[in-house]
């Protein structure tokens, strides 16, 4: 898998290749305009199967013009005066609305999401994210065209999220998390077949990671 149309996508937006290399700046400090989540980062969850789960589907795009966003990666570092501390601080509106998770679609497995997941666990929330479709509907070599075989793809898509967007640190998946969801749009029948094999296949990484790292 190639992921020169990310790079691409990224360069569109100004965002450097590597996340580690973008730093956010807060536009305020102190107790006027930031209020600090009261938990800690690595604080226990429960799951929204136990607190029913009501949320909010997070996508501020930042477009000024109609059209297709570069990136929908909500995950990262420069999009931090949106959802983080110092910025709109989106994260701790939604937690005090009584929100219990959020649910994200965008992913680029360049970036890492820790600070995300981090920020949203000290409010109590749960990050439903999902694993682009990239890979298999839009890249060189797509399956969703060809073959219809994406075990392969989604499989690197699926390994290179979880090493790369912190989701699991020290064999452990992140306490934010909740769901890592395919970005699957079954266009008709067939294709909805095979995307049930690919669910189930899905399924089955998901354990196999889960034996692997216990």
Not at 63 to 87: K, S, Y
Not at 126 to 153: F, R, T
Not at 171 to 180: F, I
Request: proline share 7%; with cysteine.
């Amino acid at each position: 898998m190639t992921w020169l149309m990310h790079f691409a996508y990224a360069t569109a937006l100004c965002l450097p290749v590597s996340g580690e290399t973008w730093t956010f700046k807060p536009e305020c400090q102190g107790d006027d305009c930031v209020m600090e989540p009261p938990r800690a980062a690595d604080a226990p969850t429960k799951h929204i199967s136990e607190t029913g789960g009501w949320g909010f589907s997070y996508g501020p795009l930042p477009t000024r013009d109609p059209g297709a966003f570069p990136n929908d990666d909500m995950m990262t570092e420069a999009i931090q005066g949106q959802w983080g501390l110092g910025g709109r601080d989106d994260l701790a509106i939604i937690a005090r609305m009584g929100a219990k998770m959020v649910r994200l679609y965008g992913n680029d497995p360049r970036f890492d999401g820790k600070k995300f997941l981090d920020y949203a666990n000290r409010w109590g929330l749960k990050v439903v994210a999902g694993i682009s479709d990239y890979p298999y509907e839009h890249g060189p070599g797509k399956c969703w065209n060809n073959d219809l075989n994406c075990y392969e793809a989604i499989r690197e898509s699926y390994s290179a999220t979880l090493a790369n967007k912190s989701f699991v640190t020290h064999g452990k998946y992140h306490p934010a998390l909740d769901t890592l969801a395919p970005k699957l749009q079954k266009k008709n029948l067939a294709r909805g077949l095979v995307g049930l094999k690919r669910n189930s296949q899905l399924r089955f990484l998901t354990r196999t990671h889960e034996r692997n790292t216990t």
